[in-house]
C-alpha cells in the first residue's frame, strides 16, 4: 500500500500544481478565475484516489474493506495537500510576496463595486488588515492553505471509500 499511495500521492500533488502553472503562464489577475482553476485541478489530483483505490482493490481479489480504502484516500490526500502546501510556499515568498494585499484590495473593490455601505466596508477593511498581518506568520499560510485543500481530499477520501469498498464473497 506505501507505494502505491506514494505514486499517487505525488502524481496527485503534481496535478494539483498545475492549477499554479495555468494561472501563471496565462497571466491571470483575476482572483476568482484563479480559484476556480485551482478547484478543478484539486479535483482533478484527488480523482486519483479512486484510480488507486480500485487498483488496490484488484490487486486483493477484487475485495477492499471501507478502512482501507479511507486510508488509502486519506494517505494520497495528505501527500497531495503537502506538496500543493509547499508548492504555495515557494511561489508565494519567491514570486507572490505581495499576494495577501491584492487578495484584500480585490476583494474591498468587490465590495465597493456591489454597493455594500461604508459600515460593511470599514469591518471588511479591518478583517482584511489582520488577514495581511496573518498571512505573514508562515505557519498561518500553511494552516490556511491546507484548509484550502485538505477538506476536499477527506470528502473524496470518504466518497471513495463509500463506492468501492468490496466485501469478499461468501462460499457455498
Same mark, same amino acid.
Request: aromatic content about 12%; cysteine-free; overall charge positive.
Given at each position: 500500500?506505501?507505494?502505491?499511495?506514494? &505514486?499517487?500521492?505525488?502524481?496527485?500533488?503534481?496535478?494539483?500544481?498545475?492549477?499554479?502553472?495555468?494561472?501563471?503562464?496565462?497571466?491571470? &489577475?483575476?482572483?476568482?478565475?484563479?480559484?476556480?482553476?485551482?478547484?478543478?485541478?484539486?479535483?482533478?489530483?484527488?480523482?486519483?484516489?479512486?484510480?488507486? &483505490?480500485?487498483?488496490?482493490?484488484?490487486?486483493?481479489?477484487?475485495?477492499?474493506?471501507?478502512?482501507?480504502?479511507?486510508?488509502?484516500?486519506?494517505?494520497?490526500?495528505?501527500?497531495?495537500?503537502?506538496?500543493?502546501?509547499?508548492?504555495?510556499?515557494?511561489?508565494?515568498?519567491?514570486?507572490?510576496?505581495?499576494?495577501?494585499?491584492?487578495?484584500?484590495?480585490?476583494?474591498?473593490?468587490?465590495?465597493?463595486?456591489?454597493?455594500?455601505?461604508?459600515?460593511?466596508?470599514?469591518?471588511?477593511?479591518?478583517?482584511?488588515?489582520?488577514?495581511?498581518?496573518?498571512?505573514?506568520?508562515?505557519?498561518?499560510?500553511?494552516?490556511?492553505?491546507?484548509?484550502?485543500?485538505?477538506?476536499?481530499?477527506?470528502?473524496?477520501?470518504?466518497?471513495?471509500?463509500?463506492?468501492?469498498?468490496?466485501?469478499?464473497?461468501?462460499?457455498?
Amino acid at each position: 500500500m506505501k507505494k502505491l499511495v506514494l &505514486t499517487y500521492g505525488l502524481i496527485g500533488g503534481a496535478v494539483s500544481v498545475i492549477g499554479y502553472l495555468i494561472t501563471m503562464l496565462t497571466g491571470h &489577475t483575476n482572483m476568482m478565475v484563479s480559484m476556480v482553476i485551482g478547484f478543478a485541478s484539486m479535483l482533478a489530483a484527488f480523482s486519483l484516489i479512486f484510480v488507486a &483505490t480500485v487498483k488496490y482493490r484488484n490487486a486483493h481479489g477484487g475485495v477492499i474493506t471501507f478502512g482501507n480504502a479511507l486510508q488509502i484516500g486519506l494517505y494520497i490526500s495528505l501527500i497531495t495537500a503537502t506538496i500543493y502546501v509547499v508548492v504555495w510556499l515557494f511561489y508565494l515568498y519567491n514570486i507572490y510576496p505581495d499576494f495577501a494585499e491584492k487578495l484584500s484590495a480585490q476583494y474591498l473593490d468587490s465590495l465597493r463595486a456591489d454597493g455594500e455601505t461604508e459600515k460593511v466596508i470599514a469591518e471588511k477593511t479591518a478583517e482584511m488588515n489582520q488577514f495581511v498581518l496573518d498571512y505573514k506568520k508562515p505557519w498561518f499560510v500553511v494552516m490556511k492553505t491546507y484548509e484550502e485543500i485538505l477538506p476536499l481530499g477527506i470528502i473524496v477520501s470518504l466518497i471513495s471509500a463509500l463506492i468501492l469498498k468490496r466485501k469478499p464473497k461468501l462460499q457455498q
